[in-house]
């Protein structure tokens, strides 16, 4: 057991693999000649500090003391199969777990199997998910990284060793045969002996990482700074997203655009699917000279009007594209859809596929990509290439089908970091060590419980997750899906079925012909309202984000991450934390009452500023212009006067609201929003203390332009 840094220590079972999300993380970084760093990477892998994993030494040491690995060497179990490796952990009946990526399934993960594959409709609690991330923590405090790109299985206490000698009662002379359904299902419920069992197929060895608390949060904080820190989105990315109608021409385009200015509904960024392409499934990366003829003229107007245009796409290379050819030799031996799948493991391929982005669309203008079909899909279709694949780089289908997300996102925003312009993206796939990535992921799923999981259980893991809205069932619908997006890492609005907003009609097929709902200026004005609220959150999210940069803490997270001494909270997946001090309860469309835990200590309500005792459970009528939003007692909550898109020359006008007699500072991050300059220290810490003549401010650091104005 070797500790790489304080809390952090990494066991080494067996002979691990050349090819894992670690080693594969520090070859994207370092690689200049592919072949010859994959033979020679597992030796420089052995020795790897955190240094090496560009995470700044420092960090980990700011977080609060961890004391003693929880597990040393003689707990940890494991032999090598025929099939692979198996790893024995401890795991005490009191422990809850959580985390293994994305899964919008469930949340508590004690008892259940969770076999983590990359799958792009992770329909059943299987484990098959958009994000299968190997780690997980533990409420003793506790977190556990497996570095393996294999589809790993946990079994969370849910599979019990064969015993060397069984307590059984003999039957008595009036022994009552077991018969309901209680009583013969009691076994199912183990409730002793429990172990974690981790089955990694196909492997000798393994590397295992473990991090120390004292608590979950602390856990995932190391995790993330682990990873390389979390990412600061650009501040326009944390608007509103709207992505248009999939067979929009430029003309559709640019009227679309104005009508939402002229609306004056906030909107930051605008999204282009599919039709943009001259060919797509699989892809050209070219435009369609039909629909898209003066795309320079395009990127130009929306500019004017200032909106940043982002650009679907899947990595799949079509014989048409300018890049097939040079891709070629460099892909995996079998099609997608007619299209090269290339190796983003190897340099050649990624200089290849970056070179033409940077050169044909992000020079041009394009601040970012929608990176679909990343995933692969086992229930619709069976698309993509097998799990016998084989890739140059050496990676297999089983493999790569893991990384391919998480290798393609750091060949895009490769391009954006070497031009020193901040992006964010959407992606539909992703993996471990991904804290620092600026892509948020989604889902053709659409069960709206499961997109707010999706939001609480995503940051046990360093990924985002989007609640993305597409197409609703009612106003109600829509209305209760804009609340929690607006909430969430990601503002969108996918509306690339239908040629209208949403707002103007949620039917489908009425939105198609184009017939506006009749109380389309009553929801209209309901999403405009709640897309404010967000713009208004801006400043207190990006505080969020810096926090989740510096000091690894996830911007959006589970209760429990919080509260680890309130057992209560162990198992409320449908409420979250955002940021430091707000808890959010999102409605669905089939909820007129909503009960609220609120976790403990005293709480306000954001509309009311009613005081909650916490530590209690309550039930609140939700009014569809509400979404139940509760202060933490003792906080500070900056809030924005609304703008509509953020530019580089935007200054928020920021009024302090104060919940309880004293409060804690509130530290808003400040820089120019939009460049890599911070990393260099070119930022501002605006400190924001309660004093008794109202809100003093102090502004620490280097970055000589102003973002915030504080008014009150
Ligand atoms: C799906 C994606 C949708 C939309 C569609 C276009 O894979 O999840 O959001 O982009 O492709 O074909």
Known sequence: MKELAPGIWKITLGEPEKLTPVTMSRLVETMHNSSETVNNLSDHMNNVVLSELSIDENLPTMLPYYGEPIFDETQMKYKVTKRGLVLELPLSLEEEVYGFGLQLKSFSQIGKKKQLRTNADPVADSGDTH????????????????????????YC????????????????????????????????????????????????????????????????????????????????????????????????VLLLAAKIREDKIPCDVFGLEPGWQSHSYSCSYAWDPQRFRNQEELIKKMSLMNYKLNLWEHAFVHPTSPIYDKLKDLSGDYEVWNGLVPDFLLKEARDVFAGYHKVELIDKGISGFKLDECDSSDFTGGWSFPNCAEFPSGLDGEQMHSMIGKLYQETLYSIYKNSNTRTYNEVRSSHALAASLPFVLYS?????????????????????????????????????????????????????????????NYDITKNLLGEKAEDSEQISHLVKTFFELRMSFIPYIYAAFARYHYEGVPPFRALVMDYPEDTKTYHICDEYM????????????????????????NWYSFWTNDKYEGGNEYEFEVPLDKIPLFIKEGSMLPLAKPVECITPDTIFDVTVNCYGDTCVDFILFEDDGNSFNFMQGDFNRLILKKTKDGISEIREGAYPGRKYNIIG
């Open 131 to 154: 994000a299968p991330v190997p780690f997980y923590v533990s409420t003793k405090g506790y977190g556990v990284f497996v570095d393996t790109a294999r589809y790993v299985s946990f």
């Open 157 to 252: 206490g849910s599979s019990v060793k064969l015993k060397q000698e069984h307590a059984v009662t003999q039957p008595q002379g009036n022994y009552k045969i077991k018969t309901t359904t209680e009583e013969l299902y009691q076994f199912q419920n183990n409730n002793c002996d429990r172990s974690m069992v981790i089955d990694i197929p196909s492997v000798n060895g393994v590397d295992i990482y473990l991090f120390a608390g004292p608590d979950m949060k602390t856990a995932v904080q190391r995790y993330n700074l682990f990873s390389g820190g979390g990412c600061i989105p650009p501040m326009w990315g944390l608007g509103v997203w709207y992505r248009g109608y999939g067979k929009m021409n430029e003309e559709d």
């Open 444 to 504: 053709d799923l659409y069960d709206h419980g499961d997109f707010i999981r999706g939001v609480v259980n995503s940051g046990f893991s360093g990924i985002l997750w989007s609640p993305e809205v597409r197409q609703c069932d009612s106003d109600k619908d829509l209305i209760r899906r804009i609340q929690t997006v607006v909430f969430s890492p990601q503002t969108l609005v996918n509306a690339w079925m239908i040629p209208n907003p949403p707002w103007f």
């Open 578 to 601: 955002m940021g430091d001090s707000v808890l959010v309860a999102p409605v669905t469309a089939s909820e007129d009452k909503r009960k609220v835990y609120l976790p403990t200590g």
